[in-house]
């Protein structure tokens, strides 16, 4: 799969859209390769970031939610602890990046 930039603005002030994240076709466009770099870094972050949140909404629908539901229905210690654990869990498999 290809990565790509959503948009971007040229040094000259162009506006792009789809730009593939790609250190030389960014430096062909102007910018330099410290700019590159760091916009292809930025894509590369934000499709980390969208299938970390796509993996976690599924896991999420099927082995969360209906142990929250059991949780709701029995309304014991022992099935809301096994429905946070999951939660957890699921959560440090797919961690999201830092947004610094």
Do not use: H
């Not at 789809?18 to 910018?31: E, R, Y």
Request: overall charge negative; hydrophobic content about 40%.
């Amino acid at each position: 799969m290809t990565i790509s930039i959503k948009s971007a603005v040229t040094p000259s002030g162009e506006q792009l859209i789809n730009i593939p994240a790609d250190v030389d076709i960014l430096k062909n466009l102007g910018f330099s390769a410290e700019q590159a770099a760091a916009l292809c870094a930025e894509a590369a972050k934000s499709i980390q970031l969208e299938n970390s949140i796509a993996a976690r909404r599924t896991l999420y629908v099927t082995e969360a939610d209906p142990l929250f539901l059991e949780w709701q229905y029995d309304e014991t210690p022992e099935k809301e602890k096994a429905w946070r654990d999951k939660v957890a869990e699921i959560k440090a498999a797919y961690p999201l990046p830092n947004r610094t």
